[in-house]
C-alpha cells in the first residue's frame, strides 16, 4: 500500500496510482458509520481531507478548507472516479510507463501515452496485489528468525550469568589455594631467615667464647708476669718460667688459628620478583657479589653478533650459589660511549646466561653487576670486530716521505709496532703504534741485511723474523724489536729454502711458505728444522697464517686459492677458484685472520682485498686496480692491527694504505 506521505500528493481529481483509488474505495465501503474525525460528531459527515485522511462534518469542514489542505465532498468519493483531463470519462487503464491511472481515451484518442504500454485497471491491481504479496512474504521468515534470535540472546544471557557465578568460584578458589601457598612460603622465607640467623648467630657466638678463651688465658698470663716482677725466689722463678711458656705456646697456637675478623657477614638480603611462578621473591644471606664470576667471557667478539657467556653467583666462602634470583645487569660501552644493555636469563640454580650484541667495532667495556654491585674484574675490556662490510677509502697512506719503492709482508708485534719489508729497496722499516718511522735498516748481503725481503712475522717475545727471497741465499733472519740481529736459519740442512714468501709464527712453531720447493717448512724459533708438508697440494705457496681452529692456511700463488692443512701438515681442503669474480681469487699473495676467523687475502693481480669467512664462504671485497686512494697496484702484503684496522701493501704503488676498522 502506498504509504501516507505519497497518498497526500494525490486529489480525488487527480490520483496517479492504482493503490490511492483502493485507498480511496476502502474509506467508501467500509460500511461503517461515519463520524467527524475532528469533532467527534455523529453529524452526517460531509468531506473528506485528502491530506489529512479524515472525514469532516459540515462546521469542521468549513474551518478546515482553511488550510489548503485537498478536501473533496463525500459524494464526490462514493461516484466512480474520472479522468481529470476528459470529464465524465471514467478512470479504466493504468498505463505501466507513466505508473498513473488514465481513461480509454487518453489511450485512443491522445498522443500523451503513444508506444506505452497498458493494463485494465482491474489486472494492474491484481499484479499490484501479487507483486506487494511477494515483496512482503519474506516478513513471515524475518519475523520467526527475530523470535529465535530473541530467544537465544536470552538464553544466551542465563548462560553468561551461570558461567560468571562458575568462574567467581573458582576465582576464589585459586585465591584460596595461592593465599595458602603464599602463607606458607611468607612463613618458608621467615623459618629459613631465622635458621639462616641462628646459624650466624651461632657462629659468630662460638667465635667470641674462642676470643674470650684466649683473652682469659692472655690475662692469666699477665698476672704471672706480675708475680715473677716481685718474685726473688730463683726456684719459683724457674718453675714459673716453664710454666708461663707452656700457657704461652698454648695461646700462642689459639691466637693463630683465630679468626680476626667476624666469621659471618651481615649479608641478608630479600630480592622480590616480579614472576607469577616464583612466590614473592629470593632470600639470600651469604651472597657476596664481588666473589661471583663470569665463565668463559669472551674478550674477543664480532660486531653485530649476539654473544652469550655465565656469570655464576658465589657465597662468602667461594663456594656456588645454588639459587637464582639476583639482580643481573649487563652493559656493553663502546669506543664511543654508546652503551648497550644486555638480556639475562636466570638459571635458577645461582647461574645465568647473559647476551648482548655489539652495534660498535673497537674497543669495549663491559660491566657486570649484581644487586647493583660490579662483580670482581668488572669492568671487562674486549676488542669489536668488523663485518668488512662497505670498505671503501684509506684512513691513511705511509710511503716515509716517497722512500718506499716495494712494500711486501706487514707484521703486528706488542703494544701497536709494525714492521713492513721492502723487497725492492732491500730494507725493513720499523713503525711503532702511531704509524711513525723508527727505523729503517737493510741492504746488503750480511748477516742483518737483506737481499729481497718477503714476509714478515713476530714471536711471543716480540722479536721479529724476516724471510728473505733470493735464488742464492734464501734464509729466515730473526730481530729483537729495536733491529737488533739474533739469528739466522733455513739455508742448509734438510730446512734449506728455495725462494721462500710468507711465513707465520704459532705456538714457538715457525711457519714458513717455501715457494720453489712447493712445501710448507717447520722450524723452532730457535731455527732447529721439525718438518716440511704440502708439496702435493701446492703449487706456489706464498703466505701462510694460523686461523681460529689452529689450523694452518696457505695461498697458493699459481692455484690462485687458499689450502687448509692441520698443524702436524694433513690436508683439509681448499676454496676460492681462478677469476675476476665474486669470491675467485687471481695470484693471491698475502693472507690475515682476524680474532673471529674472518680471512682477509691479499689478490694481487686483481688488485684488490678479498674477505672470506672462517668456513671460505665469500664475503665481499675492496680496491680495485689503480693509483688513487683506496685503488691497488699488485696488493701483496696484508696484516691486522691490534685494533682491527688493516695494512695493505701496495707494492707498485710504493707505499702501505690503512683502512681503519671503525
Not at 70 to 79: M, N, P, R, T, W
Not at 208 to 234: C, F, H
Not at 598 to 618: C, E, M, T
Request: glycine share 8%; hydrophobic share 30%; net charge neutral.
Amino acid at each position: 500500500m502506498a504509504d501516507k506521505q505519497e497518498t497526500n500528493k494525490n486529489t480525488a481529481s487527480n490520483l496517479s496510482c492504482s493503490l490511492c483509488a483502493k485507498f480511496v474505495k476502502i474509506l467508501r465501503d467500509d460500511g461503517t458509520e461515519k463520524k467527524c474525525d475532528d469533532c467527534g460528531s455523529i453529524e452526517q459527515v460531509v468531506a473528506l481531507c485528502i491530506n489529512c485522511t479524515q472525514y469532516l462534518c459540515e462546521v469542521c469542514n468549513s474551518y478546515h478548507i482553511r488550510k489548503e489542505h485537498d478536501v473533496v465532498a463525500v459524494q464526490s468519493i462514493e461516484k466512480t472516479l474520472y479522468c481529470p483531463i476528459h470529464s465524465k470519462k471514467e478512470l479504466d487503464h493504468y498505463c505501466k510507463t507513466c505508473k498513473k491511472l488514465i481513461c480509454h481515451y487518453c489511450v485512443t484518442s491522445t498522443k500523451d501515452h503513444v508506444g506505452h504500454t497498458f493494463d485494465m485497471i482491474e489486472s494492474a491491481a491484481v499484479k499490484h496485489r501479487n507483486e506487494l504479496t511477494d515483496i512482503i512474504a519474506p516478513v513471515d521468515e524475518m519475523s520467526t528468525s527475530l523470535t529465535k534470535t530473541k530467544k537465544d540472546i536470552i538464553n544466551m544471557k542465563s548462560k553468561l550469568e551461570n558461567q560468571a557465578k562458575k568462574a567467581i568460584k573458582m576465582i576464589d578458589r585459586c585465591y584460596a589455594e595461592q593465599l595458602t601457598k603464599l602463607n606458607e612460603h611468607h612463613q618458608q622465607l621467615k623459618k629459613q631467615l631465622q635458621d639462616e640467623l641462628s646459624q650466624k648467630e651461632e657462629a659468630l657466638t662460638t667465635q667470641l667464647e674462642d676470643i674470650k678463651s684466649v683473652q682469659d688465658q692472655l690475662a692469666n698470663i699477665k698476672k704471672q708476669r706480675e708475680g715473677l716482677e716481685r718474685t726473688t725466689d730463683r726456684k719459683v722463678l724457674s718453675k714459673k718460667k716453664e710454666d708461663i711458656e707452656k700457657s704461652m705456646k698454648e695461646v700462642s697456637d689459639k691466637y693463630k688459628t683465630l679468626n680476626t675478623l667476624p666469621v659471618e657477614t651481615d649479608s641478608i638480603q630479600f630480592v622480590p620478583v616480579n614472576n607469577p611462578n616464583i612466590l614473592l621473591g629470593h632470600l639470600f644471606t651469604s651472597a657476596y657479589p664481588h666473589t661471583s664470576e663470569v665463565v668463559d667471557f669472551p674478550h674477543n667478539i664480532g660486531y653485530n653478533t649476539k654473544v652469550d657467556f655465565t656469570i655464576q653467583t658465589q657465597n662468602c666462602k667461594g663456594e656456588k650459589c645454588t639459587k637464582g634470583g639476583h639482580h643481573i645487569s649487563v652493559e656493553l660501552k663502546s669506543v664511543t660511549g654508546n652503551v648497550t644493555i644486555g638480556e639475562v636469563k636466570d638459571n635458577n640454580d645461582g647461574s645465568y646466561v647473559a647476551s648482548f650484541v655489539a652495534g660498535e667495532v673497537g674497543d669495549a667495556k663491559l660491566s657486570v653487576s649484581i644487586n647493583e654491585q660490579q662483580i670482581r674484574g668488572s669492568p671487562y675490556s674486549i676488542v669489536v670486530g668488523r663485518n668488512y662490510q662497505g670498505i671503501n677509502m684509506p684512513d691513511e697512506i705511509v710511503n716515509d716521505n716517497g722512500s718506499m719503492s716495494g712494500p711486501w709482508g706487514i707484521a703486528f708485534g706488542k703494544d701497536g709496532m709494525w714492521v713492513v719489508a721492502d723487497h725492492s729497496n732491500y730494507c725493513v722499516y720499523i713503525f711503532n703504534g702511531q704509524d711513525e718511522l723508527v727505523k729503517k735498516f737493510g741492504s746488503g748481503s750480511s748477516s742483518g741485511q737483506f737481499s729481497s725481503p718477503r714476509g714478515v712475522a713476530f714471536d711471543s717475545d716480540n722479536h721479529f723474523y724476516i724471510v728473505e727471497y733470493n735464488n742464492n741465499r734464501s734464509r729466515v733472519q730473526k730481530f729483537s724489536i729495536n733491529g737488533n740481529y739474533l739469528l739466522q736459519f733455513g739455508n742448509d740442512g734438510d730446512g734449506k729454502l728455495s725462494g721462500p714468501y710468507g711465513i707465520t709464527i704459532h705456538n714457538n712453531k715457525v711457519y714458513v711458505a717455501d715457494y720453489d720447493n712447493k712445501r710448507i717448512a717447520v722450524f723452532q724459533t730457535n731455527g732447529q728444522f721439525c718438518t716440511s708438508f704440502g708439496s702435493e697440494h701446492l703449487s706456489s705457496p706464498c703466505d701462510v697464517a694460523v686461523n681460529t681452529n689452529n689450523q694452518l692456511l696457505v695461498v697458493d700463488y699459481s692455484n690462485h686459492c687458499v689450502v687448509t692443512f692441520t698443524l702436524d701438515g694433513h690436508y683439509v681442503g681448499k676454496f676460492g677458484t681462478q677469476g675476476s669474480g665474486r669470491g675467485q681469487l687471481s695470484s693471491p699473495c698475502g693472507l690475515a685472520i682476524d680474532i673471529n676467523g674472518f680471512i682477509l687475502v691479499a689478490d694481487s693481480s686483481n688488485h684488490r682485498v678479498s674477505i672470506f669467512d672462517k668456513s671460505g664462504n665469500y664475503i665481499d671485497c675492496f680496491g680495485s686496480k689503480g693509483s688513487n686512494a683506496g685503488q691497488f697496484s699488485s696488493s701483496y702484503g696484508i696484516a691486522l692491527s691490534p685494533n682491527g684496522s688493516i695494512y695493505v701493501s701496495d707494492s707498485n704503488n710504493k707505499r702501505v694504505q690503512i683502512f681503519s676498522n671503525y
